[in-house]
């Protein structure tokens, strides 16, 4: 190969090479391009390596008159192709970086700046937050220690607060137990006045027996010979007649037991309740005149083997009689806070008990189907009333009275004379077992009955075929039933948790919001102004009439 040949080669890459070459470039930064170098100064630099010197001079002379008229037809063609120096290029790309870096500067050093003051107030927030945590800290601390001061101080303090308890609670029971020992103490005037009638009594007992001996119809009980005899009963003017309340207002709730309340009861002189529950413990509870309860308990009585079903005070308020499901009924004596005397004889759980307004006699009844008269001096069974066909659920004594009432599963009522063990009249008018029955004590012969379909009747004890009224306190059971000391009122305990007041004249009846589990018993306190109720769930609830 030649020399021209080489030289044309080389010319030839040079002009391929010339052609400019489009590259990917990044977007977010701009690269400058390489311009390839010129072909004039290729060939210059070529000419004068390989030492053709006289070629090279021919050569510029013609390259340059050559360019001098391409460069003439490009003013006047505006033809694209004119060459740039690469310097040019290179300052201009340089100087847009260069803007932007500027402007990218500016925005970053604002950031900066914000990020400073961002960062200074931040801090300031550190350092307060810093003190009020030192602050909580340390205010924690003080506490800490002021509550251990305190909880020592407390414990020092809990041996003089117990004994002030107890003689605050030995105080009160002896207080309740002065109470009734005088009560006790102030009867024994009534007890000689039965004394010197009692020989009267005897002698006309003994005609009434000469003269059974020839009436075939009278009927003859034996006789023990510490039995008492049944005293006269000298009638008294009922109570004056309370206004009828329409509204009820409850005063006060608590719980006295923490099992259901099977039956309460007040005491015939004291505002003192006493209490019978299924946890087989009997309590006495002091109330305040408005019905507010005043203390803890005055006194427990624990003796029964199984749960409790009823109690009732004596007439003088000197003891408790009790009824459970051991089969048992029996007597406490408050003063010493004891049983004294315990009576076995039914066969089955016993449901309740009454004493006889003089208190020498005392009625149970028992799901043995049986009621029995029980003589506290001779400790003895008198008499058993065998009448009803199934489970005798109550028993009463009409007030100043003789005569017994009993209420049967049967549907039926029985008025019974507890001197001779004889029923005297038969209620029939329940379509549902009997639940409850009692005597009004304003003594005017109306007695109230409720059974387990909530029906409620009013009865004329002298005319007992057929009710005089009749209440629906359904369609759950009516568990009690309760007269108000004059008669005018009648309170209902529901086993739908609803205690109602029923106005025996006019019919009107009120609802009290007594248990949520079921009203069990109720009574009306000595007034007639108030009603207590007890419940399955063993509150006590008291509401004042308005």
């Not at 004590?441 to 005089?468: E, F, M, Q, Y």
């Given at each position: 190969m030649n020399v021209e040949e080489e030289c044309e080669e080389e010319m030839r890459e040079a002009a391929l090479s010339a052609v400019p070459i489009r590259t990917p470039t990044p977007s977010k930064r701009q690269i400058v391009p390489k311009t390839p170098e010129a072909v004039d100064d290729f060939l210059r630099n070529f000419l004068r390596r390989a030492g053709l010197n006289q070629t090279l001079n021919v050569f510029e002379p013609e390259w340059y008159g050559s360019a001098q008229k391409l460069l003439s037809e490009t003013l006047r063609t505006a033809w694209t192709g004119v060459?740039?120096?690469?310097?040019?290029?290179?300052?201009?790309?340089?100087?847009?970086?260069?803007?932007?870096?500027?402007?990218?500067?500016?925005?970053?050093?604002?950031?900066?700046?914000?990020?400073?003051?961002?960062?200074?107030?931040?801090?300031?927030?550190?350092?307060?937050?810093?003190?009020?945590?030192?602050?909580?800290?340390?205010?924690?601390?003080?506490?800490?220690?002021?509550?251990?001061?305190?909880?020592?101080?407390?414990?020092?303090?809990?041996?003089?607060?117990?004994?002030?308890?107890?003689?605050?609670q030995?105080?009160?029971?002896?207080?309740?137990?002065?109470?009734?020992?005088?009560?006790?103490?102030?009867?024994?005037?009534?007890?000689?006045?039965?004394?010197?009638?009692?020989?009267?009594?005897?002698?006309?007992?003994?005609?009434?027996?000469?003269?059974?001996?020839?009436?075939?119809?009278?009927?003859?009980?034996?006789?023990?010979?510490k039995d008492t005899e049944f005293p006269v009963c000298s009638r008294?003017?009922?109570?004056?007649?309370?206004?009828?309340?329409?509204?009820?207002?409850?005063?006060?709730?608590?719980?006295?037991?923490?099992?259901?309340?099977?039956?309460?009861?007040?005491?015939?002189?004291?505002?003192?309740?006493?209490?019978?529950?299924?946890?087989?413990?009997?309590r006495l509870w002091e109330l305040l005149p408005n019905g507010e309860k005043l203390g803890q308990t005055l006194l427990t009585g624990e003796g029964h083997s199984d749960w409790l079903s009823g109690c009732s005070f004596h007439p003088d308020g000197a003891k408790l009689a009790t009824t459970g499901g051991d089969c048992t009924v029996r007597l406490w004596d408050l003063s010493r806070g004891r049983c004294v005397l315990s009576l076995p004889g039914h066969g089955r759980p016993t449901w309740g008990c009454s004493f006889h307004c003089r208190g020498h006699?005392?009625?149970?009844?028992?799901?043995?189907?049986?009621?029995?008269?029980?003589d506290l001096n001779s400790q003895r069974c008198r008499l058993t009333l065998r009448r009803h066909a199934a489970s005798v659920s109550s028993v009463c004594f009409l007030p100043l009275s003789d005569l017994l009432l009993t209420a049967s599963a049967d549907k039926t009522l029985a008025e019974w004379d507890a001197r001779l063990g004889a029923c005297t009249a038969s209620f029939h008018?329940?379509?549902?077992?009997?639940?409850?029955?009692?005597?009004?004590?304003?003594?005017?012969?109306?007695?109230?009955?409720?059974?387990?379909?909530?029906?409620?009747?009013?009865?004329?004890?002298?005319?007992?075929?057929?009710?005089?009224?009749?209440v629906d306190a359904g369609p759950l059971a009516a568990n009690q039933v309760a007269f108000s000391p004059s008669g005018k009122a009648l309170a209902v305990a529901g086993s739908d948790g609803v205690l109602r007041v029923v106005q025996v004249d006019s019919g009107v009846t009120s609802s009290l919001s007594g248990s949520g589990d079921g009203v069990q018993s109720v009574t009306f306190d000595h007034e007639g102004e108030s009603v207590t109720c007890a419940g399955r769930d063993g509150v006590i609830s008291v509401w004042a009439g308005q």
């Open positions: 060459f740039i120096p690469d310097a040019l290029t290179h300052r201009q790309l340089l100087q847009r970086e260069l803007e932007t870096v500027r402007v990218e500067t500016d925005r970053l050093r604002q950031d900066v700046l914000v990020a400073g003051e961002r960062l200074v107030r931040t801090q300031r927030e550190r350092d307060f937050h810093r003190l009020q945590h030192r602050r909580v800290a340390e205010e924690k601390n003080r506490l800490i220690q002021h509550s251990q001061q305190l909880k020592k101080h407390l414990e020092s303090y809990e041996p003089v607060l117990r004994q002030l308890e107890d003689k605050y030995a105080a009160l029971r002896q207080k309740t137990l002065i109470t009734l020992e005088k009560d006790r103490v102030q009867n024994p005037t009534d007890a000689r006045l039965n004394e010197e009638k009692s020989p009267n009594l005897k002698k006309s007992s003994i005609k009434r027996s000469g003269s059974g001996n020839k009436s075939p119809t009278k009927r003859t009980v034996a006789r023990h010979p008294r003017n009922p109570p004056l007649a309370q206004g009828a309340f329409q509204k009820w207002e409850n005063t006060i709730s608590f719980r006295a037991h923490e099992l259901p309340i099977s039956c309460i009861d007040l005491h015939p002189q004291e505002l003192i309740l006493a209490t019978a529950s299924d946890d087989r413990s009997w006699v005392l009625a149970s009844c028992s799901a043995d189907r049986t009621a029995k008269v029980w008018g329940h379509r549902h077992p009997c639940s409850h029955a009692a005597f009004s004590p304003a003594g005017d012969a109306t007695l109230a009955s409720c059974d387990t379909r909530g029906i409620v009747h009013l009865w004329d004890a002298r005319k007992p075929a057929l009710p005089t009224a009749t």
